[in-house]
T-cell receptor, first 114, second 111 residues
């Protein structure tokens, strides 16, 4: 399995809802990432987990809460989001996060906040 | 601070014409540079990286440290090359590996 799988593909939520985005990879990669991509913009880094520990948090609001239950799974918990948080959320992984490994991306979860 | 710039938002060429997508970077260390491509309705995927020095789908890119550039080139563009292209820089810090993407260039290859 050489893919990063993200669920759900589409999510619509209200500002008071609590939801989660899920990401899974079975390539044995030890670094996993959350990126946010707005329309016609490049991906912006949100979080990096390296060896299941949060190593980068790019000043993301606390209404986004990442979780890495094990080396294959990455979640992004969403609570009290704002309409401007609507975007494509991309998960990616890389072999070990300590070298020159490439990023493998999922297809993304398209989030709409009403 | 690190930055990746791609001066062209949109580049249109005719099929069979040469194409060059520009990328410049500013980085204080030794950069690791990549080109990623996003075809319509597909996931973002690696096209090539400077350390491998290989040609993928006819594309090549040379790192020019003097000019801090990593331009992507192809001698004869094909219609299937139409896509969004992102130049990306990877830095290795104490916290791990971080990728920063340029703003992207949309390549349109006309028949």
């Amino acid at each position: 399995d050489t893919e990063v799988t993200q669920t759900p593909k589409h999510l619509v939520m209200g500002m008071t809802n609590k939801k989660s985005l899920k990401c899974e990879q079975h390539m044995g990669h030890r670094a996993m990432y959350w990126y946010k991509q707005k329309a016609k913009k490049p991906p912006e880094l949100m979080f990096v987990y390296s060896y299941e520990k949060l190593s980068i948090n790019e000043s993301v609001p606390s209404r986004f809460s990442p979780e890495c239950p094990n080396s294959s799974l990455l979640n992004l918990h969403l609570h009290a989001l704002q309409p401007e948080d609507s975007a494509l959320y991309l998960c990616a992984s890389s072999p070990d996060g300590t070298g020159t490994g490439e990023l493998f991306f999922g297809e993304g979860s398209r989030l709409t906040v009403l | 601070a690190q930055r990746v710039t791609q001066p062209e938002k949109l580049l249109s060429v005719f099929k069979g014409a040469p194409v060059e997508l520009k990328c410049n970077y500013s980085y204080s260390g030794s950069p690791e540079l990549f080109w990623y491509v996003q075809y319509s309705r597909q996931r973002l995927q690696l096209l090539l990286r400077h350390i491998s020095r290989e040609s993928i789908k006819g594309f090549t890119a040379d790192l020019n440290k003097g000019e801090t550039s990593f331009h992507l080139k192809k001698p004869f563009a094909q219609e299937e090359d139409s896509a969004m292209y992102y130049c990306a820089l990877s830095e290795l810090g104490n916290y791990g590996q971080n990728f920063v993407f340029g703003p992207g260039t949309r390549l349109s290859v006309l028949p």
